[in-house]
Structures are given as structure tokens and as C-alpha cells.
């Protein structure tokens, strides 16, 4: 296993001899006795020069260190409903190295959050996260507030941070309980995103932190202090940290490329912004949009030993698609059904039970099953056991697409983009006959395969190695009868392929993968091929399903975009402000969808970013 990976370690409920909650891991209490409301308005409010810093700005940005139960957080959020000169967006980032279980933070909450957050304390528990290494993005108030919640060491989170701080609250267990909070190397990456006159305050008001402050960057001083303390520490950064994204100017409109997975996915992150979005669908110009009559797919998280780039995107990609979808209406929200997840082959039980005792993920996300359980959850036999992601999702991306595009108010238009050239501050977007199809300050390529053409044709794409290897690869799916499968079962079922439950017309099964094909297209050789993966993944015979005849049956076809490493290219090219790319999502789509959707928006509105910078660069068009 990497020695990178660290898994974490949740806090455990435990009180002192006088009620009062502590941490078992560091012996030191969570909060003032004096009253965490209290404290946070002293110290971390008013020795931030809050509410008055923020009034007349149009966002705010906040970091903290030691979430704990998030009173902090509770108490700004108060204040910032409270001000009628409020900034139009208040963005939280806060790390926490041993969060509480969810049913613990509800639980806590109720009993020391005062009654003037309760309100809002009921809000927090519904989303908080499950226990799961990396970052996690809450939004309240319709997204004018947002809280980005790294789970694990404060250290290493700190420096794949990407923000614009304009106050830090360091509110980490006593210097001496854990030196680590207020150690050199954490206090220098806070500063590294320090915005211009960014404030600090602290409840610790030691020489040692004052000087370590000093050394990071910051110029502090004493303050009176809270509950008993003769003092506290405020203070201001010297110079603005390395550069961070700033937000956009000129007009919100932004041109999409594409209207399949990658293109919704971006325009509802920009239209829950307030962009106004233009889509071309290049499908549209003959009457059949993007992904029509694709009736199912499953979005399920990979697991890997060492944690790898891929499985903490999968990670991310699966938790952001929820929350940005589970509220869409009808069948365009994903069905949490789970998903079992059956092992290639039998032997491989140990070394998986070895992989999920080294992540320690919580089981009630991730947890080993034999194969009695897995066909008790799957409601039919399976062939072996495996794993349950309780998370895995049915979605059904024609209406999913859809749905998307009309929540984000977009004009969709027919038109397939060929070229795409520089006008002024922003690019037109140009057709095989060289006319204007739209134009805008930002235009996005979603457009799969085409991504790489267009860049190519317009004389773009040299200085993007990895974005000239792109390739497509054909793939099918296949509808079965649900009777054939006496109703098919009652979660996904993947492995080699994978089986869906019944939608409605049947269950979907899965995939091919055809490199070199001339076009994507039902074939009775690829239904044989779906039928037999399916075939594999149960532990029964069932008459129905093995009379179907290959050919014989509806199906979709479509094609994968492809990069090397199989991870996609998202974000702006370098070579050419204003114009981005998100593509090669390969087999993926649902995965990345919504998560890169959310990353360019943030960018693009000089958000704390939704990913740690170490996966950002890996996905960084190049």
C-alpha cells in the first residue's frame, strides 16, 4: 500500500469528569466552557473585523482549522444571514483530521449548539458527509453558501487547497495537545492563500504561536481574550499568498460544446451561478439529441488499495453527482439502489478484504459480502461475492441530459462545431462551412472526441500532447425483458459488464468495448457479447434469459472519448484564456459529470475549489 495513504480515524463521543465534550485522541475539550457562541463572535467574528470586512464585496472566503462540530462555521453563517450588507456568497473551507459519524454531529449538536443556531444546525446534519478521506462540498441558501470540509490531516489538505482566503479562523485542540495544527509547514500553506489583506485570529496567544505566525507571514498581536483568557491572537498577512483564481469578468454567458454527460453537467454548475448558457448539440441537427435512447447506466465508486487519483475522483465524482442531482424531477434523479460489485474470480477474497481493512472506509459505505449476501442484496443469484457500494446509482442519462439542460435554463442549439477562433476577449465558435455558430468570453469543448478535432482544425491542439493521443471507442448496451430475469434484481450488479435493475421497459446490460470501429451501432455480435458478460455475474440459470436470441434485442449504442491514464482533461487551456475543454470522461461519464461541471464554474467564479489541487493538475488539459 502507498505509505501516502493515512485512513482516518474518526472522533469517538467522550465527556470529562464535568460534562464537557473532549477529544479522546488529544485530551483537550472541543469548545470554551464559557460558550462556543460566545467564543466564536469574540474571537473568530469580531477578531476577523467581521461582519464589516465583507459588506459591499460580492463573496467572502473563510478557512478553518478543526471543524469539530462546526460551531464556528454555525455561528458566520449566522451572522452572514443576519446582515442585510451581506456578500452575495460566503464560501467555508475547514479541515477536520477526526470528524464525527453524522448521527453523532446531529446528536451533539442538539445538546451544546445554542438555541439561536438550532436552526440551522438540523441543515448541517442532513448533509454531512460520510467519513470518507478528501474534500466534501455542502451548499446552503441556494448555494450562496458553501462549505468545503476536508476530512483528514490538516497538513497535507492544506496544501492541495485552492482558494482565496480573505480570514483564517485557527481553531485546532491546544498548541500543546496537538503541535501539529500550529506547526511551521501548516501555517505557510494557509498563507500561500492568503487574498490581499487577509485577516487571522486564534483563541492561542502563546510567544511560540505568535512567532510561528510571524515566521508564516502573518503580523500579529494581542487582543483581550474570551471566557477567561487574558488574551487572544490577531493579526494580518503581510502579502497576498501564490495567485488564486479570481473571478470572471465581463458577462456571464458561456457557449458549450456538446450536450451529452459532460456538457449538462457544466451547464447547471454555471446556471446555479447565474450564467445564461448556450449549448450546441450537434445530434439536434438531425432531431435526435444527445444520448436519446440510452435508458440506463450505473454510477458506482472504484476502491483501490492505495487510494489512487482515480478512485478519490470516483470518490468525489459519486458524492458531487448526488447532491447536484437527487432533487432533479422524475425519473432524471439517480436511484440509490447500491450496487454489488461481484469479484472476477473466486480467489480473489482475501486480498479484497485486505484492501478494505487498509482504507478503513465506513462499512455502511463500502463493505465486503459473500455470495449469499450479494445475491440477498442483488434479489437473485449472483455468481460469487464481492463488495456493496450502498451509494451505487441507476440513472437514466436521456432524461437525466434533459433535465439538466432545462434546469439550467440553456438554449440549446443544432449545430456541430469544426473550428473555433479568437474575436476580441472571447472565441467564435465556427461550422464545417466556416460560419459563425455562437460566440462568447468563455467557450467550453464537451464534445467528446470532437474536442480534440476542434482544437486541431483550429491550430490549437500542439501544446496538448495528451490531448492529440484522445481516441473514440465504440460500446453498446443491450434491453432485456425484466421477465426474463424473473424481474431482474433490486440492485446494480456489476463486474465483468454489469446488469441494471428493471427501468421499466427491462433491465439494461453491459458494455463493449470496440477499438478501430467504423461507427457505434446495435450489433447481434455485441448483444452476444453484453448477454454473456450478464451471463457471468449470475449464479443461476434462468430459461427466459438463456432463450434470448443475440440481435434480436432494442439497445443503444454510443461512443467513449479515451486519453491515456483514462482520466478526462478539464479546465482551461493555457495557451488560450477563455477557452476550456472537459472531455475523454471515457466510460465515466456519470462519474465526472457533475464534479468537472462544478470545477470549472468555481474557477470561473473564483470559488474555493471542489478538489484538491493534486487531482486538478492530473486532470489539467496538457
Same mark, same amino acid.
Request: a neutral charge.
Given at each position: 500500500?502507498?505509505?501516502?495513504?493515512?485512513?482516518?480515524?474518526?472522533?469517538?463521543?467522550?465527556?470529562?469528569?464535568?460534562?464537557?465534550?473532549?477529544?479522546?485522541?488529544?485530551?483537550?475539550?472541543?469548545?470554551?466552557?464559557?460558550?462556543?457562541?460566545?467564543?466564536?463572535?469574540?474571537?473568530?467574528?469580531?477578531?476577523?473585523?467581521?461582519?464589516?470586512?465583507?459588506?459591499?464585496?460580492?463573496?467572502?472566503?473563510?478557512?478553518?482549522?478543526?471543524?469539530?462540530?462546526?460551531?464556528?462555521?454555525?455561528?458566520?453563517?449566522?451572522?452572514?444571514?443576519?446582515?442585510?450588507?451581506?456578500?452575495?456568497? $460566503?464560501?467555508?473551507?475547514?479541515?477536520?483530521?477526526?470528524?464525527?459519524?453524522?448521527?453523532?454531529?446531529?446528536?451533539?449538536?442538539?445538546? @451544546?449548539?445554542?438555541?439561536?443556531?438550532?436552526?440551522?444546525?438540523? =441543515?448541517?446534519?442532513?448533509?454531512?458527509?460520510?467519513? $470518507?478521506?478528501?474534500?466534501?462540498?455542502?451548499?446552503?441558501?441556494?448555494?450562496?453558501?458553501?462549505?468545503?470540509?476536508?476530512? %483528514?490531516?490538516?497538513?497535507?489538505?492544506?496544501?492541495?487547497?485552492?482558494?482565496?482566503?480573505?480570514?483564517?479562523?485557527?481553531?485546532?485542540?491546544?498548541?500543546?495537545?496537538?503541535?501539529?495544527?500550529?506547526?511551521?509547514?501548516?501555517?505557510?500553506? $494557509?498563507?500561500?492563500?492568503?487574498?490581499?489583506?487577509?485577516?487571522?485570529?486564534?483563541?492561542?496567544?502563546?510567544?511560540?504561536?505568535?512567532?510561528?505566525?510571524?515566521?508564516?507571514?502573518?503580523?500579529?498581536?494581542?487582543?483581550?481574550? @474570551?471566557?477567561?483568557? +487574558?488574551?487572544?491572537?490577531?493579526?494580518?498577512?503581510?502579502?497576498?499568498?501564490?495567485?488564486?483564481?479570481?473571478?470572471?469578468?465581463?458577462?456571464?454567458?458561456?457557449?458549450?460544446?456538446?450536450?451529452?454527460?459532460?456538457?449538462?453537467?457544466?451547464?447547471?454548475?454555471?446556471?446555479?451561478?447565474?450564467?445564461?448558457?448556450?449549448?450546441?448539440?450537434?445530434?439536434?441537427?438531425?432531431?435526435?439529441?444527445?444520448?436519446?435512447?440510452?435508458?440506463?447506466?450505473?454510477?458506482? &465508486?472504484?476502491?483501490?488499495?492505495?487510494?489512487?487519483?482515480?478512485?478519490?475522483?470516483?470518490?468525489?465524482?459519486?458524492?458531487?453527482?448526488?447532491?447536484? +442531482?437527487?432533487?432533479? &424531477?422524475?425519473?432524471?434523479?439517480?436511484?440509490?439502489?447500491?450496487?454489488?460489485?461481484?469479484?472476477?474470480?473466486? %480467489?480473489?477474497?482475501?486480498?479484497?478484504?485486505?484492501?478494505?481493512?487498509?482504507?478503513?472506509?465506513? /462499512?455502511? +459505505?463500502?463493505?465486503?459480502?459473500?455470495?449469499?449476501?450479494?445475491? !440477498?442484496?442483488?434479489?437473485?443469484?449472483?455468481?460469487?461475492?464481492?463488495?456493496?457500494?450502498?451509494?451505487?446509482?441507476?440513472?437514466?442519462?436521456?432524461?437525466?441530459?434533459?433535465? $439538466?439542460?432545462?434546469?439550467?435554463?440553456?438554449?440549446?442549439?443544432?449545430?456541430?462545431?469544426?473550428?473555433?477562433?479568437?474575436?476580441?476577449?472571447?472565441?467564435?465558435?465556427?461550422?464545417?462551412?466556416? !460560419?459563425?455558430? !455562437?460566440?462568447?468570453?468563455?467557450?467550453?469543448?464537451?464534445?467528446?472526441?470532437?474536442?480534440?478535432?476542434?482544437?486541431?482544425?483550429? %491550430?490549437?491542439?500542439?501544446?496538448? &500532447?495528451?490531448?492529440?493521443?484522445?481516441?473514440?471507442?465504440?460500446?453498446?448496451?443491450?434491453?432485456?425483458?425484466?421477465?426474463?430475469?424473473?424481474?431482474? /434484481? =433490486?440492485?446494480?450488479?456489476?463486474?465483468?459488464? @454489469?446488469?441494471?435493475?428493471?427501468?421499466?421497459?427491462?433491465?439494461?446490460?453491459?458494455?463493449?468495448?470496440?477499438?478501430?470501429?467504423?461507427?457505434?451501432?446495435?450489433?447481434?455480435?455485441?448483444?452476444?457479447?453484453?448477454?454473456?458478460?450478464?451471463?457471468?455475474?449470475?449464479?443461476?440459470?434462468?430459461?427466459?434469459?438463456?432463450?434470448?436470441?443475440?440481435?434480436?434485442?432494442?439497445?443503444? !449504442?454510443?461512443?467513449?472519448?479515451?486519453? /491515456?491514464?483514462?482520466?478526462?482533461?478539464?479546465?482551461?487551456?493555457?495557451?488560450?484564456?477563455?477557452?476550456?475543454?472537459?472531455?475523454?470522461?471515457?466510460?465515466?461519464?456519470?462519474?465526472?459529470?457533475?464534479?468537472?461541471?462544478?470545477?470549472?464554474?468555481?474557477?470561473?467564479?473564483?470559488?474555493?475549489?471542489?478538489?484538491?489541487?493534486?487531482?486538478?493538475?492530473?486532470?489539467?488539459?496538457?
Amino acid at each position: 500500500m502507498s505509505v501516502t495513504y493515512v485512513p482516518l480515524i474518526p472522533a469517538k463521543v467522550a465527556f470529562d469528569s464535568t460534562g464537557r465534550l473532549v477529544s479522546s485522541v488529544y485530551g483537550d475539550v472541543y469548545h470554551s466552557p464559557s460558550g462556543a457562541l460566545g467564543q466564536a463572535e469574540h474571537v473568530f467574528l469580531r477578531g476577523n473585523g467581521l461582519p464589516e470586512r465583507w459588506r459591499g464585496r460580492s463573496s467572502f472566503t473563510v478557512c478553518e482549522t478543526g471543524f469539530g462540530l462546526g460551531l464556528n462555521f454555525l455561528a458566520l453563517w449566522k451572522a452572514w444571514r443576519d446582515d442585510p450588507q451581506r456578500p452575495a456568497a $460566503l464560501h467555508v473551507v475547514s479541515m477536520e483530521g477526526h470528524p464525527f459519524t453524522r448521527d453523532d454531529v446531529s446528536t451533539l449538536l442538539s445538546r @451544546y449548539a445554542p438555541e439561536p443556531l438550532a436552526a440551522l444546525t438540523t =441543515r448541517l446534519s442532513a448533509q454531512w458527509p460520510a467519513l $470518507l478521506p478528501g474534500l466534501h462540498r455542502l451548499e446552503f441558501e441556494n448555494g450562496a453558501v458553501t462549505l468545503t470540509l476536508g476530512f %483528514g490531516d490538516a497538513q497535507v489538505l492544506a496544501s492541495r487547497l485552492s482558494a482565496r482566503v480573505d480570514a483564517f479562523f485557527l481553531d485546532g485542540f491546544a498548541p500543546e495537545r496537538n503541535p501539529q495544527m500550529w506547526a511551521q509547514p501548516l501555517l505557510r500553506s $494557509l498563507a500561500a492563500l492568503a487574498a490581499p489583506g487577509a485577516t487571522v485570529a486564534t483563541w492561542a496567544c502563546t510567544g511560540e504561536v505568535r512567532r510561528d505566525l510571524a515566521e508564516a507571514g502573518f503580523d500579529v498581536r494581542r487582543a483581550p481574550g @474570551y471566557g477567561g483568557k +487574558w488574551h487572544m491572537t490577531m493579526g494580518q498577512v503581510r502579502e497576498a499568498g501564490r495567485a488564486a483564481a479570481s473571478p470572471a469578468v465581463g458577462q456571464r454567458h458561456a457557449v458549450i460544446v456538446g450536450a451529452g454527460l459532460a456538457g449538462a453537467g457544466i451547464a447547471q454548475a454555471l446556471a446555479v451561478r447565474d450564467w445564461r448558457v448556450t449549448v450546441l448539440d450537434a445530434g439536434r441537427i438531425q432531431g435526435v439529441p444527445t444520448h436519446a435512447g440510452h435508458l440506463a447506466a450505473a454510477l458506482t &465508486p472504484v476502491v483501490a488499495r492505495d487510494d489512487n487519483a482515480r478512485a478519490r475522483l470516483s470518490r468525489a465524482g459519486s458524492e458531487r453527482a448526488l447532491a447536484r +442531482w437527487q432533487s432533479l &424531477p422524475g425519473g432524471a434523479a439517480p436511484r440509490v439502489c447500491g450496487t454489488v460489485q461481484v469479484e472476477r474470480d473466486a %480467489g480473489r477474497s482475501a486480498a479484497l478484504a485486505g484492501t478494505l481493512q487498509a482504507l478503513a472506509f465506513p /462499512p455502511d +459505505w463500502v463493505r465486503q459480502v459473500s455470495q449469499q449476501e450479494a445475491s !440477498a442484496l442483488a434479489g437473485l443469484p449472483v455468481a460469487r461475492g464481492g463488495v456493496f457500494f450502498s451509494q451505487g446509482m441507476l440513472v437514466q442519462p436521456g432524461l437525466l441530459i434533459d433535465a $439538466l439542460l432545462t434546469a439550467a435554463g440553456a438554449q440549446v442549439v443544432p449545430g456541430r462545431a469544426a473550428s473555433v477562433s479568437q474575436v476580441g476577449q472571447g472565441w467564435s465558435v465556427r461550422d464545417a462551412a466556416d !460560419a459563425e455558430l !455562437a460566440r462568447a468570453d468563455t467557450v467550453i469543448l464537451a464534445n467528446a472526441i470532437g474536442a480534440r478535432d476542434v482544437l486541431s482544425a483550429s %491550430g490549437l491542439l500542439s501544446p496538448l &500532447p495528451r490531448v492529440a493521443q484522445m481516441h473514440a471507442l465504440a460500446g453498446e448496451v443491450t434491453l432485456v425483458p425484466a421477465a426474463a430475469l424473473e424481474g431482474g /434484481p =433490486r440492485c446494480i450488479v456489476g463486474g465483468e459488464g @454489469y446488469l441494471l435493475p428493471d427501468v421499466g421497459t427491462g433491465c439494461v446490460v453491459g458494455s463493449t468495448y470496440v477499438h478501430d470501429a467504423a461507427q457505434a451501432r446495435v450489433s447481434d455480435v455485441g448483444q452476444r457479447v453484453t448477454l454473456g458478460k450478464a451471463a457471468g455475474l449470475l449464479g443461476a440459470c434462468f430459461p427466459g434469459f438463456d432463450a434470448l436470441t443475440p440481435g434480436s434485442l432494442p439497445g443503444w !449504442a454510443g461512443w467513449r472519448a479515451v486519453l /491515456p491514464g483514462r482520466l478526462p482533461a478539464v479546465g482551461e487551456l493555457p495557451h488560450a484564456p477563455g477557452l476550456w475543454m472537459a472531455a475523454g470522461y471515457a466510460s465515466r461519464g456519470l462519474s465526472w459529470s457533475a464534479l468537472m461541471g462544478d470545477l470549472i464554474a468555481a474557477r470561473l467564479m473564483g470559488e474555493p475549489l471542489p478538489l484538491e489541487t493534486d487531482l486538478v493538475q492530473l486532470v489539467t488539459p496538457r
